[in-house]
């Protein structure tokens, strides 16, 4: 709680400088409330001191809150992750529109908000400020705009970030709506200023303007994008330690939680992984899966078509993989993507002595059973298994799969409501294999199934992870 507040404070004291004032004293020798409407903000620099003056306002709201989220973020993150630039962002967005120094009046907020939420959120934001922009083209009212604007980056952030982002984004909502409220009711009556309709000069203007947010909104996009390549291995965070009087323990032995704990933490084989070893008398494989488990793998990033990419492991590493599983188990990673969506692959194990997983990977290819040997190639997976469903249950809904799930065609847009199953993807096999026992494997409940879905669902426990961390999605 308290780097939040500090990030709220060093975020205000960034926000309070306000560009506006700085630029027109040095462009006109007057204090900005004594030009045009008064508002310390780039549109009304730009409308009656020039444009080159309401750049540099642009630039400037932009920069301080630039800078505030970094200050933070840097500082901060280990301790709060990106809420210090939530916060940060939040704090410059409150010091621009109620600066100390002038009494808390300050501007309206709309650059510093844009460049705000579009470096928190690259995809969201940068919806929210074309949403934004188009309507006050369209209408010539900048109020209605920024209003607009807000709007739009409120679902982003809660299905982006969550429900303190979303609330934090509501409070937003509402400080634009109060800032823009007067000149909002004004050009619903017509006493507005349309300048952004009539005049030709300002609608040059407003061309500069949107191409430099293009221009902005593409570099975030290209560093959302660059974020999202980066490699999602997750290293152990346990020291190693001696397991070795775990490798003799028999079926007939009770471990304590703390034993499955201390297991968990240092092979990634968690309680059930651990029961289906002791099933099967083979706890001394936990030598080799341990060993496994703190070798850092190298990793290469290769494109399969066009723009998506996938990592794979570069060198022998998946030579020493172990796989815990059992028949009806879910393997899934996240070490694919394309462009800024890192969207994953799934697969059901058939055959867990033969090593035998069903999977449809991608178009022109149907669904079909493949060696999980190649799974190895992976450098980070989690291995899931329902909860409820016993090992004969597991097996029986196996059985369906392999005798109606075969040779589907293949179709990222295949959805869980078809009346007969005649297309899947990765992760919908899945869920069409256990709508049968009335589960519905899907996280979010949503229209669609995806690898995210998968990992974030209640129903499923996880088995086995390697190079990530399953408790972050859940």
């Given at each position: 709680?308290?780097y ?6 060093i975020g ?37 001191v ?23 973020s840097?500082?901060?993150?280990e ?35 844009c ?6 959120m ?19 009212l900048?109020?209605?705009?920024a ?23 509501i ?5 634009m ?27 040059n203007t407003?061309?500069?303007i ?5 221009v902005?909104?593409?570099f975030c ?7 999202c390549?980066k ?15 775990y ?7 009770e471990?304590?939680?703390?034993d ?17 070893l ?7 494989l936990?030598?080799?899966?341990q ?12 494109i399969v078509?066009?723009?998506?990419h996938?990592?794979r ?11 815990v599983?059992?028949e009806g188990?879910i393997?899934v ?27 449809a ?18 450098p ?62 899907d996280g ?12 974030s ?9 390697y190079?990530m961390?399953?408790n972050?999605?859940?």
């Amino acid at each position: 709680m308290i780097y939040c507040l500090i990030s709220i404070l060093i975020g205000y004291v960034f926000g309070s400088f306000l560009t506006a004032c700085f630029v027109a004293k040095k462009y006109t020798g007057k204090d900005i409330s004594e030009i045009g409407t008064g508002n310390p903000g780039m549109a009304n620099v730009m409308a009656r001191v020039g444009k080159v003056p309401g750049l540099l306002v642009l630039l400037g709201d932009v920069l301080k809150t630039a800078l505030a989220m970094g200050i933070c973020s840097f500082f901060f993150s280990e301790s709060i992750g990106d809420q210090a630039a939530l916060f940060a962002g939040f704090g410059a967005l409150l010091g621009h529109n109620f600066p100390f120094w002038r009494k808390m009046k300050g501007g309206k907020g709309v650059a510093a908000t844009c460049a705000w939420i579009i470096l928190y959120m690259p995809f969201g934001g940068i919806s929210a400020a074309v949403a934004g922009g188009i309507i006050t083209v369209l209408t010539g009212l900048l109020p209605l705009g920024a209003v607009i604007i807000t709007v739009f980056e409120i679902p982003f952030a809660f299905l982006e970030k969550g429900s303190l982002a979303g609330g934090v984004m509501i409070v937003s909502f509402l400080i634009m709506l109060y800032r823009n409220f007067p000149g909002f009711i004004r050009g619903f009556k017509n006493e507005e200023s349309r300048e952004f309709q009539r005049s030709r000069s300002t609608k040059n203007t407003v061309g500069t303007i949107i191409t430099i947010l293009l221009v902005i909104g593409l570099f975030c996009l290209d560093l959302w994008m660059v974020n999202c390549s980066k490699e999602t291995y997750f290293e152990p965070e346990a020291l190693r330690e001696d397991i070795s009087s775990y490798y003799t323990v028999s079926s007939e032995e009770e471990l304590s939680v703390d034993d499955y704990e201390e297991i968990f933490a240092q092979t990634g084989v968690a309680k059930a992984g651990v029961e289906s070893l002791l099933r099967v008398n083979k706890m001394y494989l936990l030598e080799t899966i341990q060993e496994h488990f703190y070798t850092t793998p190298e990793i290469k990033e290769t494109i399969v078509q066009l723009v998506r990419h996938q990592e794979r492991v570069s060198d022998a590493r998946g030579a020493k993989t172990i796989f815990v599983v059992e028949e009806g188990d879910i393997i899934v990673t996240l070490s694919s993507y394309a462009g800024g969506w890192r969207y994953g692959h799934a697969g059901l194990i058939v055959d867990a002595k033969e090593g035998l997983v069903l999977e449809a990977l991608t178009y022109g290819e149907p669904s079909e059973i493949r060696s999980l040997s190649h799974w190895t190639e992976y450098p980070a997976y989690v291995i899931l298994r329902p909860k409820n469903l016993s090992e004969e249950e597991r097996e029986e809904f196996v059985q369906y799969a392999k005798d109606n799930l075969l040779g589907l065609e293949y179709d990222l847009f295949a959805n869980k409501n078809q009346e007969e199953i005649e297309k899947t993807h990765c992760s919908l096999i899945v869920w069409q294999t256990y709508q049968k026992a009335g589960l519905d494997l899907d996280g979010d409940g949503g229209y669609f199934v995806t690898p995210y879905d998968l990992i974030s669902d209640d129903d499923l426990e996880v088995v086995m992870e390697y190079g990530m961390d399953y408790n972050s999605f859940n």
